[in-house]
């Protein structure tokens, strides 16, 4: 109940595409739900969060988008540039506290 | 503003050795949080400290634990290295609980623990 599953586990896009990471979970106590953005040999870059209280949120071209009767969330990319081009995690926690991490999205963005 | 900070870059010990590592938070951060990043298993809690406090831990074995300090910097200690705790170790940081929904996390750019 506390994992949360992220697909797919690796997208390519073309430069200009919109990329689209999906994430659920199952622990309907989970508040708070980050993605976070990770370039090799550096740690995690918060992206973007939403609450369940909301169901979109955008930031430039980045845009969660979440369906709490689902028990789903998702990552936007619009306009996608190869600099995007990294490693995704979608995270989940209750109250703060820990953070239950995706398995992880690396996305290619081709020019 | 400086972000969390990670030392050592990169270490590297033998089997059965112990480790150390350190994290500083944001200023004004009062909660460290420890990740375990290994190839093919993701990111994996550790542990929380929060006022000098431990407020939780992750699935790992007693060998892995650590400290927050006054200034509200940490270490990491591992002890009896085994070839499996080879990994990026990340730090993160955030502001102190209190509102409902918790506070963003802010990663350093972590340890690489090597055990060879």
């Known amino acids: 109940q506390q994992q949360v599953k992220q697909s797919p586990q690796s997208l390519i896009v073309q430069k200009g595409g919109i990329s689209i990471i999906n994430c659920a979970y199952e622990?309907?106590?989970?508040?708070?739900f980050p993605w976070y953005q990770q370039f090799p040999g550096k740690g995690p870059a918060l992206l973007i969060a939403?609450?369940?209280?909301?169901s979109e949120k955008k930031e430039g071209r980045f845009t969660i988008s979440f369906n709490k009767s689902a028990k789903q969330f998702s990552l936007h990319i619009m306009d996608s540039q190869p600099g995007d081009s990294a490693t995704y995690f979608c995270?989940?926690?209750?109250?703060?506290?820990?953070?239950?991490f995706g398995q992880g999205t690396e996305l290619s963005v081709k020019p | 503003e400086a972000g969390v900070t990670q030392s050592p870059t990169h270490l590297i010990k033998t089997r059965g050795q112990q480790a150390t590592l350190r994290c500083s938070p944001i200023?004004?951060?009062?909660?460290v949080y420890w990740y375990q990043q290994a190839l093919g298993l993701g990111l994996q809690f550790l542990l929380w400290?929060?006022?000098?406090?431990?407020?939780n831990r992750g699935n790992f074995p007693p060998r892995f634990s650590g400290r927050q300090f006054p200034n509200y910097s940490s270490e990491l200690n591992v002890n009896a290295l085994e070839l499996e705790d080879s990994a990026l170790y990340l730090c993160?940081?955030?502001?102190?609980?209190?509102?409902?929904?918790?506070?963003?996390?802010?990663f350093g750019d972590g340890t690489r623990l090597s055990i060879l």
């Open positions: 993160a940081s955030s502001l102190a609980l209190g509102q409902a929904g918790g506070q963003p996390q802010h």
């Open positions: 622990n309907t106590a989970f508040d708070y």
């Open positions: 939403i609450r369940p209280d909301v």
């Open positions: 995270a989940a926690s209750k109250q703060g506290g820990k953070l239950i």
């Open positions: 200023s004004g951060h009062t909660s």
């Open positions: 400290y929060d006022e000098g406090e431990e407020r």
